[in-house]
């Protein structure tokens, strides 16, 4: 139990996706203009990460291991990735059209979204077993979610704020997220 608190701890604030090892900024830059939009793009990433980590965890304990094909591991995740996202393009078209078309093309580029694959790839590498990286993979989303969420609300507010012409749009954007990083680091001293 130790162990997976450590792992929560960890891959949530220590050594956040986004702001420690910057997989999926893509996504964290392009689609925190709003708190809700953010929040839905941390549902889904919450979804398919989580889910990815444990199918991926799965199909290579249990198939590519044993087979001897674990050359193939970075095809077959990119593939059981691509296959969720669709899953919850679908879901989300269906019953939340608004947060749907919010998303644009931020939700398809969950596929190619980095971090994704990289929390796949990581579990491989640390040896996780299934339930280690199901719960690396949790805590890596939920981590996503916090630092999307807080960009989000800070630019929310900065919108509102006199900032010189240099510095409007994107710079203070890139600003931000570097001073974000530097307050994540100050979690290093946890674990």
């Given at each position: 139990m130790k162990e997976l608190l450590l792992i929560i701890v960890g891959s949530a604030l220590v050594n956040n996706v986004v702001l420690s090892q910057f997989l999926g900024l893509c996504p964290f830059l392009g689609v925190s203009k709003s708190t809700?939009?953010?929040?839905?793009?941390?549902?889904?990433?919450?979804?398919?990460?989580?889910?990815?980590?444990?199918?991926?965890?799965?199909?290579?304990?249990?198939?590519?291991?044993?087979?001897?094909?674990?050359?193939?591991?970075?095809i077959v995740f990119i593939l059981i990735i691509a296959a969720l996202v669709q899953f919850v393009e679908m879901f989300l078209k269906k019953s939340v059209p608004s947060l749907y078309q919010a998303l644009g093309v931020y939700l398809p580029l969950i596929t190619t979204n980095c971090a994704v694959l990289g929390v796949a790839l990581l579990n491989v590498q640390k040896e996780y077993n299934i339930l280690q990286g199901t719960v690396n993979g949790f805590a890596t989303?939920?981590?996503?979610?916090?630092?999307?969420?807080?960009?989000?609300?800070?630019?929310?507010?900065?919108?509102?704020?006199d900032i010189p012409k240099a510095f409007q749009g994107f710079?203070?954007?890139?600003?931000?997220?570097?001073?974000?990083?530097?307050?994540?680091?100050?979690?290093?001293?946890?674990?």
């Open positions: 809700n939009t953010a929040a839905g793009m941390g549902g889904a990433v919450i979804f398919v990460i989580t889910l990815a980590s444990f199918v991926t965890g799965v199909i290579y304990k249990l198939i590519l291991v044993p087979l001897d094909l674990t050359y193939l591991q970075t989303a939920v981590g996503f979610t916090i630092s999307i969420i807080l960009m989000a609300s800070i630019r929310e507010k900065i919108r509102y704020n710079p203070i954007v890139l600003i931000t997220a570097g001073l974000m990083s530097i307050a994540f680091f100050g979690f290093s001293g946890l674990i």
